[in-house]
Nanobody, 119 residues
Framework: VQLQASGGGLVQAGGSLRLSCAASGIFSINVMGWYRQAPGKQRELVAVFSGDGSTNYADSVKGRFTISGDNANNTVYLQMSSLKPVDTAVYYC???????????????WGQGTQVTVSS
């Protein structure tokens, strides 16, 4: 199982970035989404995309971030707009999924991608 995240970078405040996370080696996904971790802080949930198409967001990003999914390609996207310096963090993709050889859903993490928002 592999979660490949991409799309991070440096952007000025007010700008936009789009993160992508593609899962491979997976038979079925229950939930995909993003966490982030800023320096010196705990990892926090940003947004979640469920298999039924429902979404959930942290209050701090509601109205600015949009999560979407491509179920056919096991990919989730995070469109981030109106970015603020406080959004600076390493963003981690995660998935609750099961493989072809298992009937159990387990949690998987991708490598982090750095998002830096300058003021």
């Amino acid at each position: 199982v592999q979660l490949q995240a991409s799309g991070g970078g440096l952007v000025q405040a007010g700008g936009s970035l789009r993160l992508s996370c593609a899962a491979s080696g997976i038979f079925s996904i229950n939930v995909m989404g993003w966490y982030r971790q800023a320096p010196g802080k705990q990892r926090e949930l940003v947004a979640v995309f469920s298999g039924d198409g429902s979404t959930n967001y942290a209050d701090s990003v509601k109205g600015r971030f949009t999560i979407s999914g491509d179920n056919a390609n096991n990919t989730v996207y995070l469109q981030m707009s109106s970015l603020k310096p406080v959004d600076t963090a390493v963003y981690y993709c995660f998935a609750s999924a099961r493989t072809y050889s298992s009937s159990t859903y387990l949690g998987y993490w991708g490598q982090g991608t750095q998002v830096t928002v300058s003021s």
